[in-house]
Each structure stands twice: as C-alpha cells, then as structure tokens.
Nanobody, 125 residues
Framework: QVQLVESGGNLVQPGGSLRLSCAAS????????LGWFRQAPGKEREGISC??????SYTESVKGRFTISRDNVKNTVYLQMNSLKPEDTAVYYC????????????????????WGQGTQVTVSS
C-alpha cells in the first residue's frame, strides 16, 4: 500500500527557511518521479518541484530558493525552502507519479496518483 506522509510545515517569518520531508512507503522511491505541489486558499494546486533518477525541475517562482532532494535508503524526499516569501504560504503536498520509470519532463498534477495529506506552510511576520 502506497503511503506518503509530509512533515516540516510551520509558521516562519519572511526570509526564513524550512525543510519539508515526505516519508514514502509501499514502493521503491527510485522507480518513480516524486513531486512537491502546493495549494493556497482559492487557488489551484501548483506543481513546484519534481525529482526522478534522471532529472529534476522547479517552477519559476521557486528557482534559486527551493531545493529538492531524496534519500533512497530512507525512502524520503525533501524540499529545502529558503528565502521564504508570504506568497509561499500554502498547504504543501508530495505525490508519486502514476507511471513506473517516470521522469520530470511532464509535471502535471493529473500525472500523480498517490498523495500525502499535506503540511501547512505559513510565511508571515
């Protein structure tokens, strides 16, 4: 049974940092692309970063500030978020691509079939 559990969300001041974790179970992490998404109130879910064995990607608004990584031994994906801004406030989700051997060339929420429960990130002074 595939399970994804996010953690690390918190209230942080603008300019601060957080590291989100996504603990995965029920599948082998290196066999699938994993993505981080976020959804702010009243907005659509947005893909922000993806990682696979072959590639990775970031949406423009987080490039240079966020770093995605993974530990295949711990079966965990991380999102290091630096220089946080109020507009980064959202619920952050990690998700597993539906397709075995997937990569990050196409990064759309509909390609991802297993989702965590989300973790709240609030950036405010």
């Amino acid at each position: 049974q595939v399970q994804l559990v996010e953690s690390g969300g918190n209230l942080v001041q603008p300019g601060g940092s957080l590291r989100l974790s996504c603990a995965a179970s029920g599948f082998t992490l290196r066999d699938y692309a994993l993505g981080w998404f976020r959804q702010a109130p009243g907005k659509e879910r947005e893909g922000i970063s993806c990682i696979s064995t072959r590639d990775g990607s970031y949406t423009e608004s987080v490039k240079g500030r966020f770093t995605i990584s993974r530990d295949n031994v711990k079966n965990t994906v991380y999102l290091q978020m630096n220089s946080l801004k109020p507009e980064d406030t959202a619920v952050y989700y990690c998700a597993k691509n539906r397709r075995y051997g997937s990569n990050c060339h196409r990064f759309k929420p509909t390609d991802y079939g297993s989702w965590g429960q989300g973790t709240q990130v609030t950036v405010s002074s």
